[in-house]
């Protein structure tokens, strides 16, 4: 009985036949197996054509038998060109890398499929599924490494057709493909350079939302973008704004003046030292609900008064007389609601040196 042949060539002999030649055919057997399995080879393709590839069988240096293939050209190609495979070598896997000139598709096809095309200078990762050649997704886009003592990119690094984009001194962007997203599969994620302050922010107009369980059940922490844009704690049900050490708005100190003009907004707890008799103006930027402080010092002199404009409303509509003694002070706490600020109590003679 005559020695059968696999699709990619590896001889099958039966018993009894080459008497004493085993060894050498086994070891182009081994042969053909190793340049399958990781071999490397240049294929030529002609201008214009598919060239088709033959299986030679019990014998090394088939191009379809070689899992690395780099097609060139002799020159610019003028057209689509490729190489076609047989149709029976299902599962056999491909890197081919197009090094062709002319910037033409080429194709990487069965003889009865219709393969992959790129025109494009990479390498991409195919394999053979019984009837046509099929791109696997890895690598797609990949252009050659330069080598260099920094690793670089020569061109967008797409994955599945979604892209890592970086060029020279520039940002490296990550864009999903379609309506995609990024996910970090990390305990910890870590930004900026090493000792440098490190920034999150959102492209465009884009308010910045932070919250938990891809947002199913949890509150979360909003950056409304734009100016005068609001930070907002929006707790999940019955949940607390919890704040594990102290929360405070620092004590700022407002500029006496005839009227003393009062931003509650930037200064919600703040200090006045009077010089004269004053008139606290209307505050601005108040929200219903706000809370706000004033002390009210007393100079070396003493005996400073004050009027509170009329949006200020106090017990039995009068407002305490301050502490006249100098040096001396008298603190004074609001709430905001229906445009007036309510007292909610005052603390008198204070000695605040």
């Not at 191009?63 to 056999?92: C, E, F, Q, Y």
């Not at 797409?158 to 493909?177: L, M, R």
């Not at 070396?300 to 301050?322: D, Q």
């Amino acid at each position: 009985m005559a020695s059968a042949y696999t699709p990619l060539g590896v001889q099958l002999m039966v018993t009894g036949e080459k008497a004493g030649l085993w060894g050498g055919y086994t070891n182009t057997n081994l042969e053909i197996l190793e340049q399958i399995a990781g071999g490397y080879t240049t294929q030529a393709v002609a201008d214009g054509t598919t060239t088709a590839l033959a299986v030679a069988d019990g014998s090394t240096g088939a191009t379809i038998a070689t899992s690395t293939i780099k097609m060139t050209s002799s020159g610019a190609l003028t057209g689509a060109s490729g190489l076609s495979v047989p149709d029976d070598i299902t599962g056999m896997k491909y890197l081919v890398l197009n090094s062709t000139t002319g910037g033409q598709d080429i194709t990487f096809k069965t003889a009865g499929g219709t393969g992959v095309t790129w025109s494009s200078t990479d390498a991409r990762l195919l394999w053979h599924d019984g009837t046509n050649i099929v791109d696997s997704g890895f690598g797609t886009g990949i252009t050659a490494l330069v080598d260099d003592t920094t690793p670089q990119l020569g061109g967008d690094l797409d994955v599945n057709g979604n892209d890592i984009v970086s060029t020279s001194n520039a940002d490296i962007s990550i864009i999903p493909n379609g309506s995609g997203d990024v996910n970090l599969g990390a305990d910890a994620v870590q930004l900026g350079d090493l000792n440098a302050d490190a920034t999150l922010t959102t492209q465009g107009t884009g308010d910045m939302i932070l919250n938990t369980n891809n947002g199913t059940n949890a509150g979360n922490i909003t950056l409304a973008d734009g100016a005068n844009g609001d930070i907002s704690f929006t707790n999940n049900g019955s949940g607390n704004v919890v704040f594990n050490d102290a929360a405070y708005a620092p004590e700022t100190s407002l500029t006496d003046a005839a009227t003393i003009t009062w931003d509650v907004q930037a200064m919600p707890i703040t200090k006045v030292t009077l010089t004269d008799n004053r008139i606290v103006g209307l505050p601005t930027n108040g929200q219903a609900g706000q809370f706000i402080s004033l002390l009210v010092i007393q100079d070396v002199t003493g005996s400073r008064t004050l009027t509170w404009n009329a949006v200020f409303e106090f017990p039995l509509e009068a407002a305490p007389t301050l502490t006249t003694t100098a040096s001396l002070g008298d603190l004074f706490v609001f709430r905001y609601h229906n445009s007036k600020w309510l007292q909610v109590g005052s603390s008198l003679a204070l000695t605040v040196a």
